[in-house]
């Protein structure tokens, strides 16, 4: 009896873990990482190397631009998590209803006047219709990333997952039934466009109804303005951090070299991504830990599990069977580059644990760790443009290192961050504060 009292409690505490908000946008990014995996096999099968080159630049595009959004979507969601209560919310609802309007008209105005340099044949927008299509999405994603960071600040994990995998599968079978259709590169852009206003309707009546006062709308503006800079910093240091190597690697190694560096860049990336959305899960976990009273270092607990789990996986993969792992993610033409994944994952896993720390002290209102981060990638990139190297293994060995320094030392300032926080909830009230309360 008391037996099975005791396996009924361990398996409630596993069933409460794998319900976790941490875990439920694991699982559901990492589908979504699943989708835009297939569709890029897919489709650079499907399109041949030309066509699916010109789609990338597009992809490139759009990736840039919603990466400046989702500075936007970290502002939100630490101020949402800050905040907690509903006149946040309204201001808010006044700035999405606004963003909706105020990026209609310049963006239509863009798209007409890249359609007319294509009608008078300018070359350098050949591919203008297309990028037009994409730019007509850019009012719904606005929106759609103030709406993600108010439903991460809300920690709502089940509407995060449904916006994400409703834009990813709008997006992937669009673009199939496109492409069967005969629509061409034009229908597969069309569906990637409507695929970031499905995952806006998913979210769509997230808000409540807008402060009645338009004036609302301009305080808060300000303070997401202010609120996204650190952490579109924390998104450069991110690219120039991972991609970098890449445009070094260009002017410094033969092209082939070069190739083979950008194939393990992309396992970089998984490695990264497949982490990433926990930056998103413990921004908000930790500010509304440190809002509550609660301990901010149990709040990350889960993301911390989930990211050690998901480095150690990779490591061992990269340790034991390089070979398969290259061959598998990006061709037998890359297997040259084998020996060396090792230090391209270990540098990823060193550059994610630098990230989440920064977010980390974000969420605790201190900025250091975005400096770290940045600083770190400057003096890598300046590192390697002045060492130098002859061959991948060098410029990857100068990444490894920078890596693990910075890993290092902002991994302590977390760690005193932590200890001085818990210090000071332990320590005993003034005897005049005690008196008054």
């Excluded at 990466?67 to 949402?80: D, I, P, R, Y």
Aim: charged content about 10%; glycine content about 10%.
């Amino acid at each position: 009896m008391a037996r099975a009292s005791r396996n009924a409690g361990a398996m409630r505490r596993v069933i409460a873990l794998a319900l976790t908000p941490a875990v439920i946008v694991f699982a559901a990014s990492n589908f979504v990482n699943l989708g835009n995996l297939a569709f890029n096999m897919v489709f650079s099968r499907l399109m041949g190397p030309e066509l699916f080159g010109l789609l990338a630049l597009l992809l490139t595009i759009k990736l840039a631009l919603l990466g400046v959004l989702g500075a936007v979507q970290s502002a939100v969601s630490q101020t949402v998590a800050a905040a907690g209560d509903d006149g946040t919310e309204r201001a808010l609802s006044r700035v999405n209803r606004s963003l909706l309007s105020w990026l209609v008209f310049p963006v239509v105005s863009l798209a007409a006047g890249l359609l007319l340099a294509q009608t008078v044949g300018a070359r350098l927008f050949a591919p203008a219709p297309l990028l037009a299509l994409l730019l007509a999405a850019l009012p719904f994603g606005a929106s759609l990333s103030l709406l993600r960071g108010v439903a991460y600040g809300r920690m709502n994990a089940g509407r995060i997952a449904l916006s994400a995998n409703v834009e990813m599968a709008v997006r992937l079978g669009g673009a199939l039934v496109a492409w069967q259709a005969g629509l061409g590169i034009g229908g597969v852009v069309l569906a990637i466009s409507l695929s970031i206003a499905a995952g806006w309707a998913a979210l769509a009546g997230l808000l409540p109804t807008p402060a009645a006062d338009r004036a609302a709308a301009r305080p808060m503006l300000r303070i997401l303005i202010l609120g996204a800079l650190p952490f579109a910093l924390l998104q450069v240091a991110q690219v120039m951090a991972l991609d970098g190597d890449i445009f070094l690697a260009s002017a410094l190694l033969p092209a082939a070299e070069a190739g083979k560096l950008a194939a393990l860049s992309l396992v970089q990336r998984i490695q990264f991504f497949a982490c990433v959305a926990l930056a998103s899960v413990l921004l908000p976990g930790v500010v509304i830990a440190a809002r509550t009273g609660k301990d901010a270092l149990s709040a990350a607990l889960p993301v911390a599990a989930l990211f050690g789990a998901v480095s150690l996986v990779l490591l061992a993969l990269a340790s034991v069977m390089p070979g398969l792992l290259i061959g598998v993610l990006v061709g037998p033409a890359y297997l040259d580059a084998a020996p060396v994944l090792i230090m391209a994952v270990a540098a990823a896993v060193a550059f994610t644990f630098s990230y989440l720390c920064a977010t980390f002290l974000a969420a605790l209102g201190n900025r250091t760790g975005i400096v770290l981060v940045l600083a770190g990638a400057l003096v890598q990139l300046a590192l390697m443009a002045a060492l130098g190297a002859d061959a991948i293994g060098g410029l990857l060995a100068i990444k490894l290192a920078c890596q693990l320094a910075g890993a290092a030392v902002i991994g302590a300032v977390t760690l005193h961050a932590v200890l001085r926080r818990r210090t000071a909830r332990r320590a005993p009230a003034p005897r005049g504060a005690a008196a008054a309360a």
